[in-house]
Every structure is written in C-alpha cells, then in structure tokens.
C-alpha cells in the first residue's frame, strides 16, 4: 500500500467557489505530478514538481495552480470552479531516479455543479 | 508524436480464463514500460515495470512481456478472478528530460464473470 493520500475522495461544489485538494506523501519523494482523468480516457499531466519551491505546468493546460512548500505536500488550488472542471484528480509522487515506480493516491472526484 | 496505443479496448472473460493485453508504443527515447491497475474510482497501481533489457516480469498471476525493437509490450493474466475486473493502463516513460515523462494509453477495461 502506497503511502499517499489524497483528500477529500469526493467533492461537490458550487460554480465560483475556491477549493484546494490535498495531497500528501510520507515516503520523502522529490518528484510529485497532479494529473487529470476523465472516464475511459488517459491520464493527462497538469502539473509535477521536482521539490520544494520548484512547480512547473504539464501538458494538459489547466486554470488550476499548485505549491510545494514542504517535501510532502503538493496542493492543487482552483480559484473559481466551472462545471468545465469537473474530472478526477489524481496525485502521485516518486523518487528522483528515471525506472522508478511512480504511487498514486485514490483521487478525488470532483463535481461542480 | 509519443503515444501509447493499448488493445482490446475492453474485454470480457470468465472466472478461470486467460487473457492477453496488448500495447504499442512510439515514445522515443525508451526508459521503462509499466503496467498499471485501475479499479473504477480509485488511483493506478503499479503491476510491474520494465526496462531495456528486460523482455519478461512477472508479478504473481500477471506476466508482462516487452519487445524493445518492435516497440510492444504484452500483459499476460493467468487463471483470471473476478478480483481482477478493473482497467489495465500501459504506461512508458522517456529518458530525453530529467523527468523522466510518463505517457498513458486509455487503458483497457478487464470485466471478469462469474
């Protein structure tokens, strides 16, 4: 069992209302990725951190941004929700090494209504 | 353009049976392939990762098989079980960035009856 967590599992919100998803991780990874999932399609990347205070953009552009203050914590923050933003969210982190595995957490399910 | 290609789409089985998924990729330069288990609503787990110069990984009931020079890789499940209907996603990384980038097929969804 990967010793990463994301919460809340499943949320559901009003158009324009600020949310913050949490993700947090205890086996001291560098690397850390935000990706999104839609039913029955890919996993697409929208953003992954190297470490602390290092943030970057994935490929899936997305009007949601994130922080690494901490080593294990990698926040994703939306500052007015759309009925657009409705997805899965996926956290995941792994070591700084190229043929290491990468754990995912649960997910959150996010519906804006 | 680097892509992952997986195959059947879906399939359905019954308890006991074999089956075989397939996956076809284009991602240059090569670092590893993975195979992922997604049960409905939940995050991928790893099932088992696969460099250059390894063909064959096995993980319990589950065989994975890779061909480098033809750019595919195979997941075998041996004496299926119910436990086992979920989403089966292909996964390569590339070695051109630090990242180390992963790129996802859609995944192929494994219905196993009873």
């Known amino acids: 069992e990967a010793d990463i967590y994301q919460t809340p599992r499943y949320l559901v919100i009003g158009t324009g209302k600020k949310i913050t998803l949490e993700c947090s991780q205890t086996m001291g990874h560098d690397k850390m990725y935000w990706y999104q999932q839609d039913p029955g399609m890919e996993l697409h990347l929208i953003h992954y951190s190297y470490g602390v205070n290092s943030t970057e953009k994935g490929d899936l552009s997305s009007e949601s941004t994130v922080s690494r203050i901490r080593t294990e914590h990698f926040p994703l923050t939306l500052e007015s929700a759309r009925p657009s933003h409705t997805s899965q969210y996926l956290c995941a982190s792994s070591r700084n090494s190229l043929n290491t595995e990468a754990f995912f957490g649960q997910g959150t399910r996010l519906t804006v209504v | 353009k680097n892509q992952v290609e997986q195959s059947p789409q879906s399939l359905i089985i019954l308890e006991g049976k074999n089956c075989t998924l397939q996956c076809n990729y284009t991602v240059s330069p090569f670092s590893n392939l993975r195979w992922y288990k997604q049960d409905t609503g939940r995050g991928p787990v790893s099932l088992t990762i696969?460099?250059?110069?390894?063909n064959t990984k096995s993980n319990g009931r589950y065989t994975a098989t890779l061909d480098a020079d033809t750019k595919q890789s195979s997941l075998h499940i041996t004496a299926s079980q119910l436990s086992d209907s979920a989403s089966y996603i292909c996964v390569v990384s590339d070695r051109g960035s630090t990242l180390g980038r992963l790129y996802f097929g859609r995944g192929t969804q494994l219905t196993v009856w009873p």
């Open positions: 696969m460099t250059f110069s390894e």
